[in-house]
């Protein structure tokens, strides 16, 4: 049976495209939402005086959702700003499923303590 992956360059060709694909896409949905925002608030004038971060219904997926839904330039944003983070990730899923196609155990583990740790990171992290 032949493997998908014929040579280490076609991992790495393939996990260069994923990386490619990931950020051009999320600087797209980035540029969109902010075109969408300055349209909307492009003639208001800024407050240097107070440092006001995302609202508090953008800092959870479910909110991030909704504000794509009435097409919200934030959420957008936002998006873009999640699709940028969720790129490495997949590229560490990508090596840890071509890892195990090619039959490279060792690596598989090593890529999955890697990917676990990014996940303890991200959802074990203390909440602030």
């Not at 740790?117 to 992290?125: L, R, S, T």
């Amino acid at each position: 049976m032949k493997s998908l992956f014929q040579t280490d360059k076609d991992v790495a060709s393939v996990v260069g495209q994923l990386l490619r694909v990931g950020v051009v896409t999320s600087s797209v949905i980035a540029l969109i939402g902010g075109i969408i925002y300055l349209f909307a608030h492009g003639a208001d004038t800024p407050h240097y005086t107070e440092f006001i971060g995302a609202p508090k219904n953008l800092r959870h997926i479910n909110g991030i959702i909704d504000g794509l839904l009435v097409l919200d330039a934030k959420a957008i944003i936002q998006t873009g700003i999640l699709v940028l983070i969720a790129t490495p990730i997949l590229r560490v899923l990508l090596s840890a499923i071509a890892f195990a196609i090619e039959k490279d155990y060792l690596y598989v583990v090593i890529t999955l303590i890697v990917l676990s740790i990014i996940a303890i990171g991200m959802f074990g992290g203390l909440a602030g």
